[in-house]
């Protein structure tokens, strides 16, 4: 993976199934991070696999952002489109359908499972998705925060090592 395309910028997505819980969780989450790590060439963003266009995040994603100092409230759902697949250097799903997905728009190497791309060794067999907290509870939505966050830190962690010096 060439973690700089031609326009000097590196595009990372997340991919969820209607992009108004997990997906967009981890794109405020990613772009805070990479705000604190001080990166200015990282353009994030995040799309559904059956996303219905336009539809606002979901009442539990937007009170566990806030909870964690995060604001959602701008967010729009978004489909994920065989354009947004090519444009993208690193998608990161939250299941292994998600995965499918993508390689079936063109994706081939550059999509991974987020738990997956996070891990130097992986059982695939035995590396779950995120859950999908839809429907739930704030309590699963928080857990559900939690997770990707401690995730997309180890992502960063990972893209650092792989952005040229």
């Not at 359908?97 to 987020?114: F, I, M, P």
């Amino acid at each position: 993976m060439d973690p700089v395309n031609d326009t000097g910028s590196f595009r990372l997505l997340f991919v969820c199934t209607g992009n108004t819980c997990r997906s967009p969780m981890a794109e405020v989450i990613a772009r805070h991070q990479i705000t604190k790590l001080g990166w200015s060439e990282v353009d994030v963003g995040s799309a559904g696999v059956s996303a219905w266009e336009g539809s606002p995040p979901s009442g539990g994603a937007v009170r566990a952002a806030a909870a964690n100092g995060l604001d959602l409230s701008g967010h729009s759902s978004t489909y994920l489109s065989q354009e947004l697949v090519e444009k993208a250097d690193l998608i990161l799903t939250m299941s292994a359908s998600h995965v499918v997905r993508a390689q079936e728009l063109g994706a081939g190497e550059k999509v991974a499972l987020l738990p997956a791309f996070t891990a130097a060794q992986v059982d695939m067999d035995r590396v779950g998705g995120i859950p999908d907290p839809i429907g739930g509870s704030d309590e699963e939505y928080a857990g559900t925060f939690e997770v990707l966050y401690g995730l997309i830190e180890l992502a960063l962690m990972r893209i650092q090592s792989l952005r040229k010096p």
